[in-house]
């Protein structure tokens, strides 16, 4: 990690404005004021979070949590990666082209936080032809869906709004579930269930037994249209 939000601003300060506050707030278009306040605990708005990353080309994940280099991190369709596996319906159209926004869900606190904050910061953008129409992307963590989802694999999704009646059963979703209080979020199939209200969540991995659980319980959605991979010469 790298310290707070306010110590990484004062670094941005000596490394672009020369550890001067006025040199750096005219590169980004505010006040010194605002400047001196973000150091000393003053959390910046958005707005002005989003001039430091488009002002300066700075990495907003690092920028956020501390993760990662300062520096933005290239756009992924230049990073060697793939479409892996699609997943439309047949309804779907495919675009020739769009440029969809990766986001780390711990820096937005999970898929709920996400869906919610239509000022959410993605750490990068993927450039992919002939997909349909995706509203996001954020990383696979675990092996629930092994082997046809690895853990680090990407996963693009089209957000579910209609959770009652939105549902194609059968098919792949992204989904964040009210587990005592706490936000549980994992990739599963969709199926229907034999208790009333309720649906059955299935693993592609034979090693995890499916699971029913009450449609309440669900508190974000998203159907899952593809997933792409990293593909790297070591």
Not at 146 to 162: E, N, T
Not at 193 to 222: F, G, T, W, Y
Request: charge should be negative; include cysteine; aromatic fraction near 8%.
């Amino acid at each position: 990690m790298n310290g707070t939000i306010h110590e990484r601003i004062e670094r941005l300060v000596k490394e672009f404005g020369g550890g001067k506050n006025t040199v750096f707030a005219d590169k980004i278009g505010v006040s010194e004021g605002n400047i001196r306040g973000y150091i000393k605990g003053i959390m910046p708005k958005y707005d002005v979070l989003e001039k430091i990353v488009t002002s300066l080309d700075v990495n907003p994940d690092w920028l956020l949590t501390g993760r990662g280099n300062m520096e933005k991190e290239p756009d992924l369709q230049q990073a060697g990666i793939q479409v892996q596996e699609k997943f439309p319906l047949k309804t779907d159209n495919l675009l020739d082209l769009q440029r969809i926004p990766l986001y780390n869900l711990e820096a937005t606190a999970g898929l709920v936080s996400l869906f919610n904050d239509v000022d959410a910061i993605p750490i990068s953008y993927i450039s992919l032809p002939d997909l349909p129409a995706c509203d996001g992307a954020v990383y696979v963590r675990g092996d629930s869906m092994y082997p046809l989802l690895k853990s680090g694999d990407i996963v693009l999704y089209k957000q579910v709004h209609d959770m009652q009646y939105g549902i194609f059963w059968g098919e792949m979703y992204l989904i964040s579930a009210n587990v005592d209080g706490d936000e549980f979020v994992t990739i599963k199939y969709i199926h229907k269930s034999e208790r009333e209200n309720c649906v059955k969540l299935v693993s592609h991995n034979q090693h995890h037994e499916p699971k029913d659980i009450p449609i309440s319980m669900i508190r974000a959605l998203a159907l899952v249209k593809a997933s792409v991979r990293y593909n790297t010469i070591r």
